[in-house]
C-alpha cells in the first residue's frame, strides 16, 4: 500500500505542475533563438501596407507545434498593418485558414477583401504551389467563399508572387523546400518557414544559407516569437508545462540521491557501532 500511494502521490504532483502553467503561462524564459529573431525582426520592418501570404499547411496531427506560430505570426502583421493572404495545398489547412481569419476579425477587426482573404485548397502539393508562384492570378480566380477574387480591393493590389513582401510557410513536411525552390530561388521573394521540431534542422540549414530571412523551430521557436510579441499563447503554455515537469523530475532525482546518500551514510555508521 505504502509504494502505491508513493506511486499515486509522485504522478498526481507532476500532473499538478505539468497543468498549472497550462491555466496560467508563466513565461520562463525559451532562450535566444537568432533564426526567429530574424523572422521577427523581418516582419517588424515591413512598411505598414505590405501584402503578405500565409501558407497554412497546419493539420490536427502538426497543429499542437505549429498552430501557434501562425497564430503569432498572424498578429504580428495585423498589429504592422500589414495585409494577409492566406493559401494552403491540404484538405486540412482550409479549417485553421478560415479560423485563422476569425481571429483576425475578432481581435483586430480585420475586414475580409480589405485586410486579409482566405484562398480555397489547391490540390497538388509543390506542384500547386509552383504554379501559384509562376501565375497566382492564373490558380486562383474565386475566394474560398466562391466570390470573384477582382470583386475584393486587396485582390486588386496583386499581380505576380513578387508583390508579397514576405511568403511564410506553417509545415511538417516538405514545403519549406518547395518554398525555397520556387518562390526564393526563382522569384527572390522573402520567405519565412514554422516548421515541426524534427525537421527544424533541415530548415535551419536554408536560414544560415540565405534561402529563408528567418525561421520558427517547432513549439520553442513559437514560443519565443510569442513571448518577442509580448503575446504569451499556446506555445508558451506548452513550453512552461515541458520545463516545469523538467525541473520537478530534476528536483525528484535530487531529492532520492541525496536519500540514497543518508541511507547508505546512517548504515555505516549503524555497522560502525
Not at 69 to 85: D, M, S, T
Not at 184 to 199: D, E, L, N, R
Request: one cysteine or more.
Amino acid at each position: 500500500m505504502y509504494k502505491f500511494t508513493q506511486q499515486w502521490l509522485i504522478w498526481g504532483l507532476l500532473s499538478i505542475v505539468v497543468l498549472l502553467p497550462l491555466v496560467k503561462p508563466i513565461g520562463l524564459p525559451v532562450g535566444y533563438a537568432a533564426e526567429t529573431e530574424a523572422a521577427f525582426k523581418f516582419i517588424d520592418n515591413l512598411p505598414k501596407g505590405s501584402i503578405t501570404m500565409m501558407v497554412c499547411e497546419v493539420a490536427p496531427s502538426n497543429a499542437g507545434e505549429i498552430w501557434p506560430a501562425a497564430i503569432a505570426i498572424a498578429r504580428h502583421h495585423l498589429e504592422k498593418g500589414h495585409k494577409v493572404v492566406i493559401s494552403t495545398f491540404i484538405p486540412d489547412g482550409i479549417m485553421y485558414s478560415l479560423e485563422l481569419g476569425k481571429l483576425l476579425e475578432k481581435e483586430y477587426g480585420a475586414k475580409y477583401g480589405e485586410d486579409y482573404i482566405v484562398l480555397p485548397y489547391v490540390a497538388g502539393r509543390e506542384t500547386a504551389l509552383a504554379a501559384v508562384a509562376d501565375n497566382i492570378r492564373g490558380v486562383y480566380k474565386e475566394d474560398q467563399f466562391k466570390q470573384d477574387l477582382n470583386n475584393l480591393p486587396l485582390w486588386t493590389r496583386i499581380q505576380s508572387i513578387k508583390d508579397f513582401a514576405v511568403v511564410s510557410c506553417y509545415t511538417s513536411s516538405d514545403d519549406t523546400w518547395w518554398l525555397v525552390r520556387h518562390i526564393w530561388g526563382k522569384y527572390q521573394v522573402p520567405c519565412i518557414s514554422s516548421t515541426v521540431s524534427v525537421a527544424t534542422p533541415d530548415s535551419l540549414t536554408y536560414y544560415k544559407n540565405g534561402q529563408l530571412v528567418g525561421m520558427l523551430g517547432g513549439v520553442r521557436g513559437a514560443a519565443y516569437y510569442e513571448q518577442r510579441l509580448g503575446k504569451p499563447g499556446m506555445a508558451t503554455k506548452s513550453m512552461d508545462a515541458q520545463s516545469a515537469g523538467h525541473i520537478y523530475l530534476l528536483v525528484l532525482m535530487l531529492i532520492g540521491n541525496v536519500s540514497y546518500w543518508y541511507s547508505r551514510r546512517s548504515q555505516g555508521r549503524r555497522s560502525e557501532g
